[in-house]
Each structure stands twice: as C-alpha cells, then as structure tokens.
C-alpha cells in the first residue's frame, strides 16, 4: 500500500520558519518526481516544488524562489521542504506527491497524501 504521510504544519508569524516532511512507504519511488503543493481556501491546488530522488534535480515555482528548499533523504525515504520568510499568503494545506510523468501538474500526480495545513498569521 502506498503512503505519503506529511507532517511539520503548524502555525508561524510572517517571516518565520517551517519544515515539513513526507515519509513515502509502500513502492520504490526512485524513478518519480516528489513534488509539494498547496491549496489555499477557495484557491486551485497549485505547485510548489519538486525533487528527483536520483540525482537531487528541484524545481521551484517562482513565487517561492529563494525562500523555500526542496530536499529528500533516500535512507529515510523521506522529502522535506524549509520554509522561511513565510507570508500571510503562504497560508494553505501543503500537499506531497509523487509524479512518474515527471510532470509537476497537479492532474499528473499518481499519489497524493492527505495534507498538512500550513497557517502564517500574527
């Protein structure tokens, strides 16, 4: 049974820090692109970044370049994304996936977690 099981939401201020992970189980995901998305309410899902496990190749959108990092730990078959100078617009239910098409579309993905709300506020 495949599992993608995020954890590490909470609450943060603007311009604080936070990291989530994403423990994968279940199947060999050395050939898929693990990306993170997020949804904000009323919002589409959108994409935020990605990772091959091979290799360490990431992909960013642009609206989080230069404050979030994209890493993966293969023995522990798990992928992390630092946050840091969060906004109130970075405010939203971050998802893990997992992509053999290599894609970073959101209708591409072949497996999804359940999610991990992320909130910036004072």
């Known amino acids: 049974q495949v599992q993608l099981v995020e954890s590490g939401g909470g609450l943060v201020q603007p311009g604080g820090s936070l990291t989530l992970s994403c423990a994968a189980s279940?199947?060999?995901?050395?050939?898929?692109?693990m990306g993170w998305f997020r949804q904000a309410p009323g919002k589409e899902r959108e994409f935020v970044a990605a990772?091959?496990?091979?290799?360490?190749?990431?992909y960013y959108a642009n609206f989080v370049k230069g404050r979030f990092t994209i890493s993966r730990d293969n023995a522990k078959n798990t992928v992390y994304l630092q946050m840091s100078s969060l906004k109130p617009e970075d405010t939203a239910i971050y998802y893990c996936?997992?992509?053999?098409?290599?894609?970073?579309?959101?209708?591409?993905?072949?497996?999804w977690g359940q999610g991990t709300q992320v909130t910036v506020s004072s």
């Open positions: 990772i091959y496990w091979s290799g360490g190749v990431t």
């Open positions: 279940g199947r060999t995901f050395s050939r898929y692109l």
């Open positions: 996936a997992a992509d053999s098409s290599h894609s970073r579309l959101v209708r591409r993905q072949d497996y």
